[in-house]
C-alpha cells in the first residue's frame, strides 16, 4: 500500500522521487533525459508559433487529418478510443503526442504497431498530427470502481498534479489524463511500476512503484470520470 505520509509533505516527496531518480539512473539516462527536456521546450515554443499564426495552424489541422486515417482505427475519429487498453487523443497535450511519437520511435516505449508506425512519420507529421487531435474534444470515458472515486481524487491531487494540473489537463508537455479511459490508465500506470521494459520514465516510475492495485484502480476511476 502506498505510504500516505509522504504526501503530507510535497516537497519531501519531490526530493524522494529526484533521489529515486538519480540512483536508478546512468550517467547516459541522465544526459538524455536533459537532451530530451531540452527538445520538448524547443518543441512548445514552435507550437506556440504555430498556433498564433490562425492560416497556418488551420492548415497544419487539416493535413493532420489527412494523416489519421489509420489512426481511427484504434483511437476512433473523434478521437475517443473504440478499441480496449487504447487511449483517448481528443483534446491531449500536442506537446506530449509528439513527445510519445519520438518515444515510440526511439524505443523508450515499445508497443509493436506504434513503434513501426512512429518512424514513418516525420517530425512534421507528428506535429500536424498532434495539433489536429489537440483541437478535439475530450468527454469523460467514465467506468472504474465507483466506490474509489474520493480516493483516487485524494491520491491524484497529492502526487500527480505538480505535472499533470490541478485539473488534470496536463501542462508544459505533460501528458491530459482528464477523461482517458479507465482501462488504459491502469494498464499504463502498472507498467511504470512493474517495470516490464514497455516504458521507460523513471520520474513516472519512482511514483507508480508506491502505489498498491487498488490505489492504481483509485486513480484511475477517478480520472477517467474527471471532465
Not at 509493436?112 to 507528428?126: I, N, R, V
Not at 500536424?128 to 466506490?147: F, Q, R
Request: a positive charge; proline letters at 3%.
Amino acid at each position: 500500500m502506498l505510504n500516505m505520509d509522504l504526501f503530507k509533505h510535497p516537497g519531501l516527496l519531490l526530493l524522494i522521487i529526484a533521489s529515486v531518480s538519480t540512483l536508478t539512473m546512468s550517467p547516459t539516462m541522465a544526459s538524455t533525459m536533459e537532451e530530451d527536456l531540452s527538445l520538448r521546450s524547443a518543441l512548445e515554443q514552435r507550437i506556440a508559433t504555430i498556433t498564433k499564426d490562425p492560416a497556418l495552424h488551420k492548415k497544419m489541422i487539416r493535413e493532420g487529418r489527412d494523416r489519421t486515417v489509420l489512426c481511427n482505427t484504434c483511437h476512433g475519429k473523434d478521437g475517443m478510443a473504440i478499441r480496449p487498453l487504447t487511449p483517448n487523443l481528443a483534446g491531449q497535450n500536442p506537446v506530449y503526442i509528439v513527445d510519445q511519437f519520438q518515444r515510440f520511435g526511439d524505443g523508450r516505449r515499445n508497443e509493436y504497431l506504434m513503434s513501426s508506425l512512429a518512424k514513418t512519420f516525420s517530425e512534421e507529421d507528428k506535429i500536424k498530427i498532434a495539433l489536429y487531435y489537440s483541437e478535439m474534444k475530450m468527454l469523460s470515458s467514465g467506468g472504474g470502481n465507483a466506490a474509489l472515486l474520493q480516493e483516487g481524487e485524494k491520491l491524484f491531487k497529492e502526487a500527480c498534479i505538480s505535472c499533470h494540473g490541478q485539473d488534470g489537463r496536463g501542462q508544459e508537455g505533460y501528458a491530459r489524463l482528464a477523461g482517458q479511459r479507465y482501462d488504459y490508465v491502469v494498464k499504463m500506470l502498472k507498467e511504470f511500476r512493474d517495470r516490464t521494459g514497455k516504458r521507460i520514465n523513471v520520474w513516472m516510475t519512482s511514483v507508480a512503484i508506491r502505489l498498491s492495485d487498488k490505489d492504481i484502480e483509485a486513480v484511475s476511476t477517478y480520472l477517467a470520470n474527471l471532465k
